[in-house]
């Protein structure tokens, strides 16, 4: 009991410093990738996720939110999470707070309301600061908002007829229809149903130079592209959904529903309080 709590404890204690503690230093890196979320998409996976998980929708749920600026270096994912000496300072959010519960939601209803632009910001906007058009958090948060404008997929999507519905379209239409508004090679995700394997739009990705034109965006791993001649991992063997409604199966009951958020707190505080007495349980046998 006593080793292996022990072992447990530092164990956590590593995890956590490894994952936190260690910034980058190395902001090297070629082009951004700009990530828009079909949030009903995010949704339905949020809510497989955990049971209990439930979403925050925009008011407009038909409509598409930013996801992130990452700063990309070519051929690679990062870098992420560098030492940048500017820190998330949730104030400078205020005056677009309104703008960013809208479009760049936080749909994970189950937690802090700042937490997934702090994330944004600490993984992503500190290796973006570099830029003088990233180089503070209002800066980097109301460059996403113009880009959830400049670029709106809902429009370039609608004018090749592309509208959310549940029956499903053939990828190649919606990846060509983005690039024939763009110009350039977009980027498709889809989350795939553990079951039907059906596959959902969830993101669509543009990229940009360091002076923010337009350019082809890169596979985001070496399974992509390849044979099927485009940047994504949807299921290509049917056709993709454009979600107009998140299937029933997926909602714990009535979603995102006042009562349910609470009950979620409740269970979260519960969960919570095992987990304080667990720890103190910890401490005492060491
Ligand atoms: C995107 O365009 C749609 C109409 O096609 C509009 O309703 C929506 O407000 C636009 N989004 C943004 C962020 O401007
Ligand atoms: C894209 O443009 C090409 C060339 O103009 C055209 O043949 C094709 O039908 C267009 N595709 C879509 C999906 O708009
Ligand atoms: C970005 O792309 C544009 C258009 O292709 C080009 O004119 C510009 O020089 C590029 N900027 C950088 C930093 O490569
Ligand atoms: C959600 O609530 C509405 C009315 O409050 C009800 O008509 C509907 O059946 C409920 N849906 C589910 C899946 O429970």
Redesign the pocket.
């Known amino acids: 009991m006593f080793n292996f709590c022990y072992l447990w404890h530092s164990l956590i204690l590593t995890i956590c410093f490894s994952s936190y503690g260690q910034l980058s230093s190395d902001f090297d890196w070629d082009y951004i990738v700009f990530s828009q979320r079909w949030p009903l998409s995010t949704c339905a996976e949020w809510e497989e996720t955990k049971p209990g998980n439930v979403c925050n929708l925009p008011t407009n749920r038909l409509t598409w939110t930013v996801h992130g600026i990452w700063p990309t270096k070519s051929g690679t994912r990062g870098p992420i999470s560098c030492n940048s000496a500017i820190h998330f300072d949730p104030n400078q959010l205020t005056p677009m707070l309104d703008d960013l519960k809208e479009h760049w939601t936080n749909v994970e209803a189950n937690t802090k309301q700042n937490s997934f632009w702090e994330h944004e910001w600490k993984k992503h906007g500190t290796c973006a600061s570099i830029l003088p058009q990233f180089d503070s958090v209002t800066n980097y948060f109301s460059r996403g908002l113009k880009f959830n404008k400049d670029y709106n997929l809902s429009t370039i999507l609608e004018s ?1 007829g592309v509208v959310p519905n549940n029956n499903g379209y053939n990828l190649q ?1 919606v990846y ?2 983005i ?2 508004s763009t110009g350039k090679e977009p980027s498709i995700q889809c989350v795939t149903d553990k079951n039907t394997k059906e596959s959902f739009i969830s993101e669509i990705r543009i990229c940009l130079n360091k002076t923010l034109d337009l350019i082809d965006c890169e596979p985001s791993s070496a399974h992509e592209k390849g044979d099927i001649g485009m940047n994504t991992n949807c299921n290509l063997k049917k056709s993709v959904i454009y979600l107009l409604k998140i299937p029933q199966f997926y909602l714990n009951e009535n979603e995102s529903e006042m009562n349910e958020i609470d009950q979620t707190f409740q269970n979260w505080k519960y969960y919570t309080m095992i987990y304080n007495f667990l720890n103190v349980l910890f401490w005492i046998t060491l």
Request: zero cysteines.
């Open positions: 090749n239409d060509n229809t690039m024939n």
